[in-house]
C-alpha cells in the first residue's frame, strides 16, 4: 500500500479514552513551590539587594503616608517583610519587640501572613478544644 493511499483511508472513530490528569504528589509539590524562592535568597548580593529596598520601603512609608489610600501601611509591611526575610538580626530584634508587646507582634504578624502566626492560632484553639 503506498502512502497516498494511506492517507485517504477513512478510518473509523475511536472510542476516547478517559482524560486523566496527572498530579504532583503532595511532597514533590511542597518541594517545588517552597525551594525555588530559597534558591536566590542563598546568594548574597540578592539578599543585600531586598534587605536595601526593604529598607527604602521602611524610610520611604511615612513620605508616602499623607498620600490619600493605605499606600504609607503597605510600603511600611512590605518593607518589613523584606527585612525581616534577609536579617537574622532584624529577626532577633523583632522576636523580642513581640516579648514586649504581644499585641502589636500578633497584628504585625497578622499583617504579614506568617506561618509562626498560624501555627500559635492553631495550637490556641486545638488547647481551647480539649
Known amino acids: 500500500m503506498t502512502l497516498a493511499a494511506d492517507n485517504n483511508r477513512?478510518?473509523?472513530?475511536?472510542?476516547?479514552?478517559?482524560?486523566?490528569?496527572?498530579?504532583?504528589?503532595?511532597?514533590?509539590?511542597?518541594?517545588?513551590?517552597?525551594?525555588?524562592?530559597?534558591?536566590?535568597?542563598?546568594?548574597?548580593?540578592?539578599?543585600?539587594?531586598?534587605?536595601?529596598?526593604?529598607l527604602a520601603l521602611i524610610v520611604a512609608a511615612p513620605i508616602v503616608a499623607p498620600l490619600p489610600g493605605p499606600a504609607g501601611t503597605l510600603c511600611f509591611a512590605l518593607g518589613l517583610g523584606l527585612v525581616l526575610q534577609t536579617?537574622?538580626?532584624?529577626?532577633?530584634?523583632y522576636v523580642m519587640f513581640k516579648r514586649r508587646h504581644p499585641k502589636s507582634g500578633h497584628w504585625i504578624d497578622w499583617g504579614l501572613r506568617r506561618a509562626s502566626q498560624k501555627r500559635r492560632l492553631a495550637r490556641k484553639k486545638q488547647a481551647k478544644g480539649d
Do not use: N
Open 87 to 93: 536579617s537574622a538580626w532584624a529577626r532577633r530584634r
Open 10 to 54: 477513512k478510518y473509523a472513530p475511536v472510542e476516547s479514552a478517559p482524560v486523566v490528569t496527572l498530579r504532583p504528589k503532595p511532597q514533590i509539590k511542597a518541594v517545588m513551590t517552597r525551594r525555588r524562592p530559597k534558591f536566590w535568597m542563598q546568594i548574597p548580593l540578592v539578599r543585600w539587594v531586598l534587605f536595601g529596598l526593604g
